[in-house]
């Protein structure tokens, strides 16, 4: 069953107020207007979120089928689990049991690498299972406890980072991470494609109530748009890299440029001297005009980059931002771009990692 709540991303208890206001947010998201000349799998992204946006609203907003949904979905949610296979089905009557050992011997003929249960084994093994957790498997409980006591630990991290740090100085780098290759790292085990593009999604669940819940926190609207932020550009650094693979879920994601811009634009309006947060919100308006083919958005980009800029001139990552504006523009100003990534990289305090990318820039860029 659709939870039209987490639709309209408000909670199951928003008055009629927070749920319209909800829903004009969203639907000014999805605009076709703004997706004009996008790719044509983003504009019908756009037009299934936008149908699954209006089905939403028009329950959730008439009193009488909210009431209804809402005694449906509590019913849905406290539907026992399905009773396990009987003993007469064939997958009861396998036995998982480990084969006796084969001590270095080839098996004999006619060995039975599968055997089944006897009719009486299959019956106890059943009635078992019925007897642990209302059906459930033993491991559901445990597993549960420990997803609810990691994500526990994120949000209880997030929040003291988010609540006990100080507003960053101009000078530090609290932007979305920037990695350098040539940085010494510890060995680990190589990660898995979805374990790279999926290791931001806790970190953007926990930062989203942490920020919901101090909204007036620079910190908190800072770290939920670094996670948005470097969740999208994990993916498109593996597009670019040629894996094509990932072409359908950065299209899903394209509009986390869109929160990610007004997460950074709240912590703007917070720390409204701060250049950081807003360089950080020119180069996701910039990225999301670029991947859309909308050079609105890069206009609107360039400009918070020069606000930046007049902030900061020296800040590092308005540099970075208004090169890539500048390189995304319709025409591209890249000689433009590659002197701004210049200034960035001559810079005596700059740090590394956006030194390493102006630099991978202007070889891009340059060529």
Excluded at 82 to 99: K, N, Q, T, V
Excluded at 133 to 148: E, F
Excluded at 245 to 272: D, F, G, H, I, N
Excluded at 312 to 318: H, K, L, N, S, T
Aim: charge should be negative; aromatic fraction near 6%.
């Amino acid at each position: 069953m659709q939870d039209y709540y987490e639709t309209l991303q408000v909670h199951p208890r928003a008055d009629a107020e927070a749920i319209k206001a909800a829903y004009a947010r969203l639907r000014e998201r999805y605009d076709p207007v703004k997706l004009e000349g996008a790719a044509e799998e983003l504009q019908e992204l756009a037009r299934r979120r936008r149908d699954e946006i209006e089905r939403a609203y028009t329950v959730l907003s008439d009193p009488e089928r909210r009431r209804r949904y809402d005694a449906e979905l509590a019913t849905s949610v406290a539907e026992p689990a399905p009773e396990p296979a009987a003993p007469d089905d064939d997958e009861a009557l396998i036995d998982y049991r480990p084969l006796p050992p084969a001590r270095r011997q080839e098996r004999p003929a006619g060995f039975n690498a599968q055997p089944t249960l006897s009719p009486a084994q299959a019956t106890r093994r059943s009635a078992g299972r019925r007897a642990t957790h209302g059906g459930a498997p033993l491991w559901v409980a445990p597993a549960l406890i420990v997803a609810a006591a990691t994500f526990a630990i994120v949000l209880v991290t997030l929040i003291t980072t988010v609540l006990g740090s100080p507003p960053p100085a101009t000078s530090q780098q609290d932007g979305p991470q920037i990695l350098d290759p040539n940085a010494p790292t510890a060995t680990a085990p190589t990660p898995t494609t979805a374990q790279v593009i999926n290791q931001f999604e806790g970190q953007i669940v926990a930062a989203r109530q942490v920020a919901n819940q101090v909204p007036d926190n620079y910190n908190a609207w800072i770290e939920l748009g670094n996670a948005l932020y470097d969740s999208l550009v994990v993916v498109r650094e593996r597009l670019a890299s040629g894996d094509p693979a990932l072409q359908s879920t950065y299209v899903e994601r394209l509009p986390r440029w869109l929160e990610a811009a007004e997460a950074y634009r709240k912590a703007a309006e917070l720390q409204p001297a701060d250049p950081v947060a807003r360089a950080d919100l020119a180069a996701s308006l910039c990225f999301y005009g670029e991947d859309i083919n909308d050079v609105s958005f890069v206009q609107q980009g360039l400009a918070e980059a020069e606000q930046a800029l007049a902030l900061g001139p020296q800040e590092p990552r308005a540099l970075l931002s208004k090169g890539l504006c500048l390189a995304f523009a319709d025409p591209p100003q890249t000689q433009a771009a590659l002197e701004t990534w210049q200034r960035l990289i001559v810079l005596p305090d700059a740090d590394p990692g956006l030194v390493f990318q102006a630099r991978q820039l202007i070889a891009e860029y340059g060529s």
